[in-house]
């Protein structure tokens, strides 16, 4: 654990309250305005396509980017007279937050190491399209669990699409883990093997998360 990972982990509060206070900035109607569209279509696309950044750091800022807006718009819904507007607004934001931003903040610091802790561990390619998996650690249950996650590339490119994933069963956390690449027509396809067995197959057809 170290200081990024701290700060990271504390942002989302801090944001919350820093959204409060530049809500309450009057004027840059049009510009405000713009940027909750640019960052929240962004984020919808990306989402939408299952893409994120390559970099892990660069996704959690992007994640807290998008917090910001959403706590900006979020103080501004709750100062409207109507009444109605105010209660549903508060009680959406809180569900939203806590649905978006709940883990990351009950996973604590720790958590963040977790999540930025990740490396690629195979690569390949096929024609123009790069693949590789990438090696983190999911936490299920309080219970960290080795996972590999294939990814594709499109040519030089900051953004990566999640294609598909796949978490080491019980008995196998120590094994050595090697993989075996094929192509199949425009499928790739890739065997994650531990010690010896074929634990599973992953492919390029774009699955959601």
């Known amino acids: 654990m170290n200081v990024v990972d701290d700060v990271l982990w504390f942002f989302p509060l801090v944001l919350v309250a820093v959204g409060f206070l530049t809500s309450r900035i009057k004027g840059f109607k049009f510009g405000r305005l713009a940027i909750y569209v640019v960052v929240f279509l962004a984020a919808f696309l990306l989402d939408l396509l299952a893409t994120s950044f390559k970099q892990d750091v660069l996704d959690s800022i992007f994640s807290l980017i998008v917090l910001m807006v959403f706590a900006d718009l979020f103080w501004k819904i709750i100062r409207l007279k109507t009444k109605i507007v105010r209660v549903v607004g508060l009680l959406t934001g809180m569900v939203l937050f806590i649905i978006f931003y709940g883990s990351w903040v009950v996973s604590g610091p720790k958590g963040m190491a977790v999540k930025l802790s990740t490396e690629i561990v195979s690569y390949y390619k096929n024609g123009k399209h790069s ?5 983190r650690q999911a936490v299920e249950d309080t219970v960290v669990k080795p996972e590999y996650v294939l990814f594709k590339v499109r040519g030089f490119s900051l953004l990566e699409q999640y294609c598909n994933k796949y978490s080491l069963p019980e008995g196998y956390e ?3 883990v090697s993989f075996n690449w094929k192509k199949r027509g ?3 396809e890739v065997n994650i093997i531990g010690d010896s067995d074929t634990l599973w197959n992953l492919n390029s057809d774009i699955k959601p998360k």
């Not at 693949?131 to 090696?135: N, Q």
């Open 186 to 188: 425009d499928i790739t």
């Open 131 to 135: 693949y590789y998996i990438k090696k």
């Open 174 to 176: 120590n094994a050595i």
